[in-house]
């Protein structure tokens, strides 16, 4: 007779929950697990005559929905499944040899207060890992905090900021730094693992596609605290596409040498600069959208080395910004390029910022193009050749705009 003593699903510690091997073609689903059933789901539940008639029961051990450093190590493989949220505790390395992969639809919450003694809880793929977080527009990925309840819109707002830390990848392409290499910011620099730089241009530390990352930027101590997303020394091979930061208390996005492309990023009510760049970058970015950063749409830094030549300074490219500011706040800014930075814009937008739409600074290698682009309704104009128009009377409200060249 049947008795609920079946249950077809492996317990959390059996061998075939991993190991299984890569399928030889794309017709089927790959999955970690062997056999018909994962450890969290049983597919025939709800529908079959077995379950009706009592068959099933729920027997299974589970494995816990909690991930620390403990989670992954050099050389495995962690899957985490969009079947439960996941709760981020403590700083988490995918150590070199190692790949994460996330399902689409995953949601996974950051700890603000870590059971381990690390001051905050982020992500952190160290050089040599990798992630595979390829989430879609029905199904994206997210990041957020362990107080974030996604059911409903009420409990947190654009305002709820640092109550986690945030993505960092770390990657092997070339940084502008003195022995070509460097160590991550946010992250204790004790830490072996959070080098990054090389020579390898085409880099691939993974996908991230269809990734929110929200309420993050935890304050570790005086002006040190995680951005969104983290990009260090990150390479062309690397996927950067379909990505929200939103309500980070430092930056949106910020990246720090390497070659890597972003494309389709949206940056929303961060506490300092919305796209921030440093130590020579050498990619570019195309359809970047931000709004209400608190400081810089863009602030772009080149090379720390010591010895460098403006003319050899890689610039980094930006097209089809719009960079929109809050006039409210005294500091809204446009682009800053400054401390050897060389940089290029293209066909972008820059509006209601308070403070200057534009600023090149004498210690920076200057804008070597700059083509296509509007201001209007700012504080100041800097740095730039521009031509500049008044609507008519009937246009309402009546603002300077501008069109500008370097």
């Known amino acids: 007779m049947p008795n609920g003593g079946l249950d077809p699903r492996p317990n959390s510690n059996a061998a075939a929950t991993a190991g299984a091997a890569t399928l030889a073609s794309n017709e089927a689903e790959q999955t970690s697990y062997r056999g018909a059933f994962s450890n969290r789901e049983n597919w025939a539940a709800g529908w079959t005559a077995m379950d009706n008639y009592g068959y099933f029961g729920d027997l299974a051990t589970q494995a816990s929905n909690v991930v620390t450093d403990a989670s992954i190590n050099a050389g495995e493989t962690l899957t985490l499944t969009n079947d439960v949220e996941w709760l981020l505790d403590g700083y988490v390395y995918v150590e070199a040899g190692a790949t994460l992969i996330i399902e689409p639809g995953t949601v996974i919450k950051g700890k603000t207060v870590p059971s381990s003694s690390d001051l905050t809880s982020a992500l952190i793929i160290a050089r040599g890992g990798r992630i595979l977080a390829e989430g879609t527009a029905d199904a994206p990925i997210i990041f957020t905090s362990e107080l974030d309840d996604l059911a409903i819109t009420t409990d947190l707002t654009s305002s709820d900021r640092r109550l986690w830390g945030g993505v960092i990848v770390l990657g092997s392409a070339p940084v502008g730094e003195d022995g070509g290499t460097d160590v991550i910011e946010g992250i204790p620099s004790t830490e072996p693992r959070i080098a990054y730089g090389g020579s390898n241009v085409a880099d691939n530390s993974g996908i991230i596609k269809y990734v929110s990352i929200r309420h993050g930027g935890n304050v570790l101590g005086a002006d040190n605290e995680i951005n969104g997303l983290t990009l260090g020394g990150v390479g062309n091979g690397t996927v950067v596409d379909f990505v929200e930061i939103f309500a980070n208390e430092d930056d949106g996005i910020e990246i720090f040498g390497g070659s890597v492309n972003v494309t389709h990023i949206a940056l929303a009510f961060v506490g300092d600069d919305s796209f921030d760049v440093d130590e020579s970058w050498s990619g570019y970015g195309q359809y970047i959208f931000s709004i209400a950063p608190n400081e810089n749409g863009i602030e ?11 003319a050899t300074e890689p610039a980094g490219r930006i097209y089809n910004g719009t960079f929109i500011g809050n006039r409210a706040n005294s500091i809204s800014r446009g682009a800053r390029i400054r401390s050897n930075g060389s ?9 209601d910022v308070s403070d200057y739409a534009y600023r090149i600074d004498a210690n920076s290698c200057g804008a070597n193009a700059v083509a296509g682009n ?10 730039w050749h521009k031509t500049c128009y008044l609507p008519s009377r009937r246009s309402k409200p009546r603002i300077w705009w501008c069109i500008f060249t370097a």
Not at 300 to 310: I, L
Not at 343 to 351: E, V
Not at 374 to 383: E, L, M, P, R, V
């Open 374 to 383: 509007i201001a209007f309704n700012f504080g100041t104009f800097n740095k």
């Open 300 to 310: 772009y830094d080149g090379t720390e080395a010591v010895t460098f030549n403006c």
């Open 343 to 351: 940089a290029q814009i293209w066909n972008s937008i820059f509006t």
